[in-house]
Structure formats: structure tokens, C-alpha cells
């Protein structure tokens, strides 16, 4: 052979790490030295905190895990055994937690009802009765005042004797708001000592944490405990807010603690990605009764990797939360659904246009409140206001409490409300805005009645609305975001009922006394029943939620699936399209990114489109006056050198290069693994100490006699990190972290490596493309 092709050889020989045995290695004993690192020694493999997991590398782990379970079944009945409760274990997990989350939505609904009733009064022959169980019970009621029954007392009226006069009313006014700033300050103070992660809606949370992200203590025992106890203090004190959002937090958390049973979901956090995925739809599922909608909340909004598997699971644990739920039977009538209605009258082609107008509304009022509420939680990121958490609560809650008590829709729950502005009025509602005048000689079957004017009562009962929609508007975008648990499903759909039911009565009363004009008269006789304003309202909230969060197909779902109003997908399929191009053209973020680039989370939306003609090189670290790239040498480098450089530098991990001179890339080794790996080596095997040599070939430099015994880490090295050239354009380098989820990607040319980019320089690249500040993005 000639010269070159000897040193071609031996460099390839180099390249793949293989190299034959020499006598001073024979010398040395270092040719048939003991990999410590074949036995698996705990945390390898695991991730830091605030740091994103590696993908492609939990799937690999996984394949092997499987790979090695089929092998071994193959051995005994008992491998056989442990490898089909290995397969089943996914489907125990959704069990449990579809148990575990529709057990506690079902007591979180029932503490909410009796909590909020006992703001205004309490129940003598139970005090544990909400209002209307304790009237139930009451054999004193009569049908027109069902509200009204001897065992249920009013504060006033237990304390002083008198339930009616100006005396009463301040006395009941001032406990109301007592009773509200009790609980709200109960639940900050809870969240405040024992667990600061148990505030907010938690969903952005949840889809940073679904993303590949990592916030030890997110999903924790204390977090679920915390978080239950005060969202029905916090959502029983009044302020504008929901308990569906952190709902899907509770199911998760739900999740993760099933996890942690089984090795499969504790080790791979891959795997337990999926889980929480399913866990999600259940949180959806149980907050609504709305099975489908929660498996479809989950694929649409939340999840970032849903295979299909995942689908299957979110289904059955969805089923299982909603049936768990139902046999709870907190609304007591027997339905899964919070807002059931039966609408007697089909809806008309021309009402299309005021179904649309409200989706413009809808979208308007998402953009007006992701502005204001971002600006508001900058301000208390970056002023004062930030480190007084139950100050402001308390304030906002006072605020809140002393507002909304004189107007009956703001004082009652607002599940409640919305449950009222949905329904249609029959000839048995008690409700003012029900009170229309009736014709006297009107004799028709009872669901069946005709439009008729509109009474004192419902004139009235519109300036209370319209009153209520703007203080609902103003104060919900100062209630989220506090240190409470607070979601933003009710409070949107509450702003968007009130404003779809004036519109609706608005409409109902133009068709009633101008039914001769050319839009009414093809399908408004006199005498018919032709508008309904329940139905006004259910797309007002449809448009306003899809508004503020940007849902589409998942949104119409949880609608029908909420109100059981199947007949009416098309208004609202059009209301939610339009609230959506109508929100979109003021900026693409919902609520959700929005908060998640405010904390500055490695979020990469699949959504977010990259068009700029930028190239991997114009990203890559280091930059041109940046001190050049720490690397590893595959077989030159003491463990004294490996740790100095762990101690002065905070990457994620090291390239491992054949040496600083020709700079070829063998591998990528985790910073995380190269401690514990040294660490345990210094426990575990003689010999080991500064000066020894670490080496990432199969077989062990050549060394002198007198050198310490060198140590071989090729076990934790991966040898096919993901690489692209260096004239790789953007596009392709986003494409790649965005479906792969990957932590970091090299950059080479022609084998030899120039730099690295890593999801954070990814993240700050796009945020200086759309002239945002890259320094927002914190965490890797």
C-alpha cells in the first residue's frame, strides 16, 4: 500500500474510533479494562430543570426498552406476563387518572356551589346544603317563588330578624364582600407558603411542558393538592374567573402522579409526554362534560406530539373522567353538561348576519383583551406591583365584590349567569328577562310561544347586562394572571352571552314589530316564534372564547357538546371562523402564547411560519468575536480538564472531536451525563483521579506505564448527534427543531465542525426576525 493510502486507512480507522490493541496497552492492562459505565448507574439520562428533553433521544431509549422486553417474553411465562402488563400499563395510567380527575371535578363543582351560596346565606336544616339543595329538600316551596323557602336564610335575616329594609341589604352587601375577601385571601396565602406553581390557568404551562420543556414541581403532589383547595376558594369569592383551565392543570398533575408508578412513563419523559396529553383531554373533558371537545381541546391547542395511540388513550380517559363525573351528578340533573338548553325554533339564513357581527365582536374583544391583559402582567413582572401578590388580590377581589354586588347578573356565579342568558324563555321562567307582555287570548301549547313585546322587566334587565358586560370586559383583564388559580373559559363566555343576548332580544324585538320588512318577511310571520335569544348568546360565547384562545374545531365541539345544542353548529362554526380571521389579522398569538412568550418559555409553535432567507451559519455559536467552541478531544483530555470546563462554562453538553487540530466530529456527550458519569467513576473504580485520561474510543490510548488508569465514558456519547452544513438555510434548521424536538443541532463542513445552534438561538433568531426583543427568551 501506498503512504496515503496507510494514513487513510488509519484515519478511518480513527474516525470510527477503532484502533488495535498495542503492547504498551497490553503493558498497561488498559486493553481489557472494565467499562464501568456497561451497568447503567442512576440519573444518566435525565434532564436539569428548565431545560428541554432531547426527543429523539427518548424514542431511541424507548425502541430499546420495547426491544428488549419482546426479546426476553420470548424466555418464560413470567417475562411473558411482565411484558403484557407492560403493554397494558398505558391503559391502567388513563384509567386512574379518568377516575382520579373526574372524582375531584365532581367535589371541586359540588365546594364551588355551597362556597358561593355561602357568601349570601345559609341553609338551617343542613349547613353543608348549597341554596337550591336546602329548597329541594324544603316541603314549604311553591313553584313561583323556588328560590324562596323557610330553611334558607339570608345573613340579615338570621342576625338580625329582618329580611327585607335598607338595614338588611348593607348588613348582607358587607358580608358578601366579607365572605369574598376571606376566601380569596385563603387561597393566595395557600398558594403563596405551599406551592407557587398552583397559580393561574396553567395551560401555557402545560403546552411548554408538552413542548419537550421541563418545570420540576409543575406537576407535583403539592401543586394538585394546592391547586384543588383554591380554585373553589378562589373561583367562591366572586372574582372573574373559571376553574376549566386549571382543571386541565389538576388532570395533569393527575397524570404525573400515575406516571410515577410505572418505569415506562417515570424514566422516558417521551412517553410521559403522551400521557399528559390524554391527561389534558380528560381535564377538558370533566371541566365541560365535553368528552370529544376535551380529546379535540387536546390535539388542537395543548399538545405538540400526538400520535396516534395517544388519540386512542385520550379517548378512553376522557370516557372514563366524564362517566366518573356523571356518577357524581353534581349539577343534580342527571346531565354531564353545565348549560343544557332545548331550543323549539330552527335558526334562518338571514339571522346569519347578526351571528357574524357577533364573531367580528368575538375576535375585537380577544385582541382588546391579549393586549391589555399582556401590558398589565408586564407591569407587575417589571414594577412593584409584582411583589405584593396578595395585596393585589385582595384589592382586586374588593374591587370586584363591592361592584358586583347591587347588580344581580354580576352577583350571582357566573356559571350561573351564563347558564340564565343561554335559556330560552319559556311559559314557567321566573327570570326578568323573561318578562315580555303576553297577548290574552295567546292559546298555544307552552313551548311553542310567539315572539311578544318586550315588558318593563326585560328593558330593565338590559341595562343590568349592559352594565355587567363592561365591568366583566374591564375587571377580567386585571383577574388573570394573579397569584390564584384562574381560567378564562367562563369569564370570556360570560362577555360574549351578555353581549349575544342583547343583540338577540334586539333582533326578537325588530322581528316583532317590524315583521313586514323585506328581511323578516319571508320567515317572520306576526304570531310566530321566529328569534331566539339563547341561541345569540350561545354564539356570543362561542366567538368571544374562540376569540381569546384561537380554537376552531375544538371549540364548536365543546360548545354543542356543553349546551347539547346539535342543531346549531353551523352559527356556531361561522361565529368561531370569523372571531378567528378577525383576532388573527390584529396578531397571530392566543392568550395562551402570549403568556408563554411573556415568561419567556422555548416554546417553537408548529403554527409560527419562518420566511426569511437567513442561513445556518448566521446563527450558529460561536459568532465571530465570541472565544471559540468548547469541545472534548476523543481521547486527549484529563478528567481535571473535563471538570474545569463543566465549572466554567453552563452549556447543555459538549462536541467530541478527534482532536483540536483536524476538529472532526466524533460524537456529543451531555454536560448532565459527563458529571455523573465522572462522579460515580470516582466512587466506584480504583484508580481513577485529575490526571487520568478520558477517552470516548472503544479501546484505550496509548499510554505510558507510569500514567494513572484512564477512563472510558464512550457509553454516555452519542454517536449520530444531529448535524447540518453550515449553508443550511433557516427555514430547514426551524423545520428540523420544530418536528424533531431537538435540544441542540451541529454545524459542520465536511466533517469538520464549526459551531452549534441550540433551540434557545433558534427562539431569539425569530424573535429578532419579527423585531422583538431576543433577550425575552430565558430558558434552553
Given at each position: 500500500w501506498s503512504q496515503e493510502e496507510l494514513l487513510l486507512f488509519d484515519d478511518v480507522l480513527t474516525w470510527s474510533g477503532v484502533s488495535a490493541a498495542t503492547p504498551t496497552e497490553e503493558m498497561n492492562g488498559a486493553g481489557n479494562l472494565m467499562d464501568f459505565l456497561d451497568e447503567p448507574f442512576p440519573d444518566v439520562g435525565t434532564y436539569e430543570d428548565f431545560h428541554t428533553i432531547d426527543w429523539l433521544r427518548e424514542k431511541s431509549r424507548d425502541t430499546d426498552r420495547h426491544r428488549k422486553i419482546t426479546s426476553k417474553s420470548k424466555e418464560s411465562m413470567w417475562e411473558l406476563i411482565k411484558s403484557l402488563l407492560d403493554a397494558w400499563s398505558g391503559w391502567v395510567v388513563m384509567l386512574l387518572i379518568g377516575l382520579l380527575s373526574g372524582t375531584l371535578a365532581g367535589v371541586i363543582d359540588l365546594a364551588v356551589d355551597w362556597m358561593t351560596d355561602l357568601k349570601e346565606g345559609v341553609c338551617l336544616s343542613a349547613f353543608w346544603y348549597s341554596h337550591e339543595q336546602c329548597c329541594w329538600t324544603s316541603n314549604e316551596t311553591t313553584f313561583d317563588d323556588r328560590d324562596k323557602c323557610p330553611q334558607w336564610q339570608k345573613w340579615a335575616e338570621l342576625m338580625t330578624g329582618h329580611a327585607e329594609g335598607a338595614g338588611a341589604y348593607v348588613l348582607n352587601y358587607f358580608l358578601y364582600v366579607l365572605w369574598a375577601l376571606l376566601f380569596s385571601f385563603l387561597a393566595v396565602s395557600l398558594v403563596r407558603v405551599f406551592a407557587p406553581y398552583a397559580c393561574g390557568s396553567g395551560i401555557p404551562e402545560i403546552k411548554t411542558i408538552l413542548s419537550g420543556f421541563i418545570i420540576r414541581g409543575y406537576?407535583?403532589?403539592?401543586?394538585?393538592?394546592?391547586?384543588?383547595?383554591?380554585?373553589?376558594?378562589?373561583?367562591?369569592?366572586?372574582?372573574?374567573?373559571?376553574?376549566?383551565?386549571?382543571?386541565?392543570?389538576?388532570?395533569?398533575?393527575?397524570?404525573?402522579?400515575?406516571?410515577?408508578?410505572?418505569?415506562?412513563?417515570?424514566?422516558?419523559?417521551?412517553?410521559?409526554?403522551?400521557?399528559?396529553?390524554?391527561?389534558?383531554?380528560?381535564?377538558?373533558?370533566?371541566?365541560?362534560?365535553?368528552?370529544?371537545?376535551?380529546?379535540?381541546?387536546?390535539?388542537?391547542?395543548?399538545?405538540?406530539?400526538?400520535?396516534?395511540?395517544?388519540?386512542?388513550?385520550?379517548?378512553?380517559?376522557?370516557?372514563?373522567?366524564?362517566?366518573?363525573?356523571?356518577?357524581?351528578?353534581?349539577?343534580?340533573?342527571?346531565?354531564?353538561?353545565?348549560?343544557?338548553?332545548?331550543?323549539?325554533?330552527?335558526?334562518?339564513?338571514?339571522?346569519?348576519?347578526?351571528?357574524?357581527?357577533?364573531?367580528?365582536?368575538?375576535?375585537?374583544?380577544?385582541?382588546?383583551?391579549?393586549?391589555?391583559?399582556?401590558?398589565?402582567?408586564r407591569r407587575r413582572k417589571t414594577t412593584q406591583l409584582g411583589k405584593y401578590p396578595v395585596l393585589e388580590v385582595i384589592a382586586v377581589t374588593g374591587i370586584t365584590a363591592v361592584l358586583a354586588y347591587p347588580n344581580p347578573y354580576t352577583r350571582r356565579s357566573t356559571s350561573e349567569l351564563i347558564s340564565e342568558l343561554f335559556n330560552d324563555c319559556g311559559a314557567l321562567e321566573s327570570s326578568q328577562l323573561c318578562d315580555y307582555i303576553n297577548n290574552p287570548n295567546m292559546s298555544r301549547p307552552v313551548d311553542d310561544i310567539p315572539d311578544r313585546p318586550a315588558g318593563p322587566g326585560v328593558y330593565n334587565a338590559l341595562w343590568q347586562l349592559a352594565l355587567a358586560l363592561i365591568f366583566k370586559i374591564v375587571i377580567t383583564i386585571f383577574t388573570f394572571g394573579m397569584k390564584i388559580p384562574s381560567g378564562l373559559f367562563i369569564p370570556s363566555m360570560a362577555v360574549g352571552a351578555i353581549a349575544g343576548r342583547i343583540v338577540g332580544i334586539a333582533v326578537e324585538q325588530m322581528a316583532y314589530h317590524h315583521h313586514d320588512w323585506i328581511i323578516f318577511k319571508n320567515w317572520c310571520r306576526p304570531g310566530a316564534d321566529c328569534v331566539t335569544p339563547g341561541l345569540y348568546a350561545m354564539v356570543g360565547a362561542a366567538a368571544c372564547l374562540g376569540g381569546v384562545t384561537r380554537m376552531t374545531v375544538s371549540l364548536v365541539v365543546i360548545m354543542f357538546e356543553l349546551t347539547g345544542g346539535l342543531e346549531y353548529i353551523v352559527p356556531l362554526m361561522a361565529a368561531a371562523v370569523t372571531s378567528k380571521w378577525v383576532a388573527d389579522a390584529f396578531g397571530k398569538e392566543g392568550i395562551y402564547e402570549s403568556h408563554i412568550q411573556l415568561n419567556g418559555y422555548p416554546y417553537l409553535d408548529v403554527r409560527d411560519e419562518f420566511t426569511h432567507r437567513t442561513l445556518a451559519t448566521d446563527v450558529m455559536r460561536p459568532r465571530r468575536n465570541d472565544p471559540p467552541l468548547a469541545v472534548l478531544t476523543q481521547d486527549s483530555t484529563t478528567v481535571e480538564d473535563v471538570e474545569t470546563l463543566i465549572k466554567d462554562t453552563d452549556y447543555n453538553g459538549f462536541p467530541v472531536v478527534v482532536s483540536r487540530e483536524s476538529e472532526r466530529l466524533i460524537g456529543f456527550v451531555q454536560r448532565r451525563d459527563l458529571t455523573l458519569a465522572i462522579k460515580n467513576a470516582r466512587q466506584k473504580q480504583d484508580g481513577v483521579v485529575s490526571s487520568s485520561v478520558v477517552y470516548f474510543t472503544e479501546d484505550a490510548p496509548q499510554l505510558l506505564a507510569s500514567n494513572p488508569q484512564p477512563l472510558k465514558l464512550r457509553r454516555i456519547l452519542n454517536l449520530s448527534p444531529f448535524t447540518v452544513t453550515d449553508h443550511t438555510p433557516m427555514e430547514t434548521v426551524v423545520d428540523i427543531f420544530r418536528k424533531l424536538g431537538l435540544r441542540q443541532c451541529l454545524v459542520t463542513r465536511s466533517g469538520r465542525l464549526l459551531g452549534i445552534i441550540t433551540k434557545k438561538d433558534v427562539l431569539r433568531h425569530m424573535a429578532q426576525m419579527m423585531n422583538q426583543d431576543p433577550e425575552s427568551i430565558m430558558f434552553n
Open positions: 406537576l407535583g403532589k403539592w401543586t394538585l393538592l394546592i391547586k384543588t383547595v383554591t380554585l373553589v376558594l378562589a373561583v367562591s369569592s366572586g372574582l372573574s374567573l373559571g376553574k376549566e383551565g386549571p382543571l386541565v392543570h389538576v388532570a395533569c398533575c393527575c397524570g404525573n402522579l400515575f406516571c410515577s408508578l410505572f418505569s415506562k412513563y417515570s424514566k422516558n419523559e417521551g412517553k410521559r409526554r403522551e400521557v399528559l396529553s390524554a391527561a389534558a383531554a380528560a381535564g377538558v373533558s370533566v371541566a365541560f362534560g365535553a368528552p370529544i371537545g376535551g380529546v379535540l381541546f387536546s390535539l388542537e391547542e395543548v399538545s405538540y406530539y400526538f400520535p396516534l395511540k395517544t388519540l386512542w388513550r385520550s379517548f378512553f380517559a376522557a370516557l372514563v373522567a366524564a362517566f366518573t363525573l356523571r356518577s357524581i351528578n353534581p349539577f343534580g340533573n342527571s346531565r354531564l353538561v353545565l348549560f343544557y338548553v332545548e331550543y323549539h325554533t330552527p335558526w334562518y339564513m338571514a339571522e346569519l348576519v347578526p351571528f357574524i357581527l357577533l364573531g367580528v365582536f368575538g375576535g375585537l374583544w380577544g385582541t382588546l383583551f391579549i393586549r391589555a391583559n399582556i401590558a398589565w402582567c
